[in-house]
């Protein structure tokens, strides 16, 4: 497959072998980040054009900023797998995929080098600008997707730093909250407001009233993107009251 780059943004095309057509019912509204989670970022960029890897992204961006487009952006990309964002299970044909080198967690999860982010913020800005349906709260990390089964990019993703540069979703958290929590084995009513609250900002979770490991993954995630100085899946008083402020301020 050959084609023209979508981005504005200085990169070369080295086209991938999976990718489909979008649902039709969906529009594309969601552009996820992740990391790579490999050795090298040779060796995941290769695995990302194989057939027989199973996966793709529409962009891939390298430790020094270079930018690898793999798939057109008007097609459905396999990035995001077994994932859900509200209540729709089709990621794939919602989202544009972005995949940042960086060998995560399992890897010694360093920094992601300066020339990345940069790179990262003009192409994800390029992005926004021609889809305008992606709100700054469909500005995701793969985690918010699959909570409990992924965890990238991870809490050293500098979300922060995106939302200044105007892409993504973000509000300072409280820190002199003091108080109660909520956690795996709870039950009740504020377990059962809590993920009312996951949900209406667009996590997938049952409203039980159980502090359940789905709730805890749920929230796990949540911490990794908009509470990363402390990521337990525990629900303290300054993770609830960030949930609460972007919900309050959303587009």
């Known amino acids: 497959m050959t084609f023209e780059a979508d981005t504005k943004c200085k990169c070369i095309i080295q086209p991938a072998m999976n990718f489909g057509e979008r649902a039709s019912h969906l529009k594309t509204d969601i552009l996820l980040l992740h990391y790579t989670g490999m050795e090298s970022g040779v060796a995941a960029l290769d695995w990302l054009c194989r057939e027989e890897s199973g996966v793709s992204c529409h962009y891939f961006v390298c430790e020094d900023g270079q930018i690898v487009q793999l798939v057109p952006e008007?097609?459905?990309?396999?990035?995001?797998?077994?994932?859900?964002?509200?209540?729709?299970?089709?990621?794939?044909?919602?989202?544009?995929?972005?995949?940042?080198?960086?060998?995560?967690?399992?890897?010694?999860?360093?920094?992601?080098?300066?020339?990345?982010?940069?790179s990262v913020v003009e192409l994800c800005s390029d992005i926004l600008k021609r889809n305008p349906a992606i709100l700054p709260q469909n500005v995701l990390a793969h985690s918010d997707v699959a909570p409990g089964r992924k965890h990238d990019p991870g809490e050293k993703f500098p979300w922060q730093y995106l939302h200044e540069k105007g892409v993504?979703?973000?509000?300072?958290?409280?820190?002199?909250?003091?108080?109660?929590?909520?956690?795996?084995?709870?039950?009740?009513?504020?377990?059962?407001?809590?993920?009312?609250?996951?949900?209406?900002?667009?996590?997938?979770?049952?409203?039980?009233?159980?502090?359940?490991?789905?709730?805890?993954?749920?929230?796990?995630?949540?911490?990794?993107?908009?509470?990363?100085?402390?990521?337990?899946?525990?629900?303290d008083g300054e993770t609830i009251s960030t949930l609460n402020e972007l919900i309050r301020v959303l587009d």
């Not at 990035?79 to 089709?90: I, L, M, N, P, T």
């Not at 972005?98 to 020339?115: A, L």
């Not at 973000?170 to 377990?191: C, H, I, R, Y």
């Open 168 to 235: 993504g979703h973000w509000v300072a958290s409280p820190t002199s909250l003091k108080g109660g929590f909520l956690q795996m084995g709870d039950n009740g009513e504020p377990v059962a407001a809590l993920q009312a609250m996951l949900v209406l900002y667009g996590y997938c979770l049952e409203i039980s009233g159980t502090y359940c490991k789905k709730t805890h993954d749920c929230i796990f995630a949540f911490q990794q993107h908009f509470r990363q100085s402390r990521v337990d899946g525990v629900a």
């Open 74 to 118: 008007q097609k459905r990309a396999w990035h995001a797998g077994k994932s859900c964002w509200q209540d729709e299970v089709d990621t794939n044909s919602r989202s544009i995929g972005i995949e940042i080198v960086n060998p995560g967690h399992s890897g010694g999860y360093p920094e992601f080098s300066e020339k990345q982010i940069s």
